[in-house]
Antibody
Framework: EVQLVESGGGLVQPGRSLRLSCATS????????MHWVRQAPGKGLEWVSS????????HYADSVRGRFTVSRDNAQNSLYLQMNSLRPEDTAFYYC??????????????WGQGTLVTVSS | QSALTQPPSASGSPGQSVTISCTGT?????????VSWYQQPPGTAPKLMIY???NRPSGVPDRFSGSKSGNTASLTVSGLQPEDEADYYC???????????FGTGTKVTVL
């Protein structure tokens, strides 16, 4: 069974940092591109960042470029999102997701349950 | 990064069909057959329903179908059932500028 479990969310003050983790199992993690997608409470889905199977291709939404960094550890079957200089508008549920392909099909066929990040003073 | 445009809501009675549109531009939906559709019931994570415009993952009922014409993609749910009530989102490759873009979302209500 494919499983993705996010962790690391919480309440943080504006300007501070947070690191999200996504632990995976049940599939060939080192053969899959991965994505981070967020959803502000009561709002729609917003793509955040993507990483190819071997980390040679990294992509970011304009809203987070320069502040967020995506990475992965294939030996640990884990995905990460380092979030710096956090802003109130970054408040959202953050989902990690598995792409269908090792590079990108832009189709997330498995999702975690999400972790809530709240940026507030 | 502007989202793809979807109608805010759609509805139908059990057994009827509903079609949701997803309008982008020639730089995203119009240029790539990388359109996906997701179903998200309240309080749950999204679920992939359609990928590459019209392909269904294993386990998705054939009542769900996808298509594309020009800059607009569509999801049709035939034979509506109560469990189809959810928010639906489209997504597409956005090219080198935007990479990945989601739609604004459509709330489907089964009357």
């Amino acid at each position: 069974e494919v499983q993705l479990v996010e962790s690391g969310g919480g309440l943080v003050q504006p300007g501070r940092s947070l690191r999200l983790s996504c632990a995976t199992s049940g599939f060939a993690f080192d053969d899959s591109a991965m994505h981070w997608v967020r959803q502000a409470p009561g709002k729609g889905l917003e793509w955040v960042s993507s990483i190819s199977w071997n980390s040679d291709r990294l992509h970011y939404a304009d809203s987070v470029r320069g502040r967020f960094t995506v990475s992965r550890d294939n030996a640990q079957n884990s995905l990460y999102l380092q979030m710096n200089s956090l802003r109130p508008e970054d408040t959202a549920f953050y989902y990690c997701g598995k792409d269908r392909l090792r590079y990108f099909d832009w189709a997330v066929d498995s999702w975690g349950q999400g972790t809530l990040v709240t940026v507030s003073s | 990064q502007s989202a793809l445009t979807q109608p805010p809501s759609a509805s139908g009675s059990p057994g009827q069909s509903v079609t949701i549109s997803c309008t982008g531009t020639s730089s995203d939906v119009g240029s790539y057959n990388r359109v996906s559709w997701y179903q998200q019931p309240p309080g749950t994570a999204p679920k992939l329903m359609i990928y590459e415009v019209s392909n269904r993952p294993s386990g998705v009922p054939d009542r769900f179908s996808g298509s594309k014409s020009g800059n607009t993609a569509s999801l049709t749910v035939s034979g509506l059932q109560p469990e189809d009530e959810a928010d639906y989102y489209c997504s597409s490759h956005g090219g080198s500028d935007r990479f990945y873009v989601f739609g604004t979302g459509t709330k489907v209500t089964v009357l």
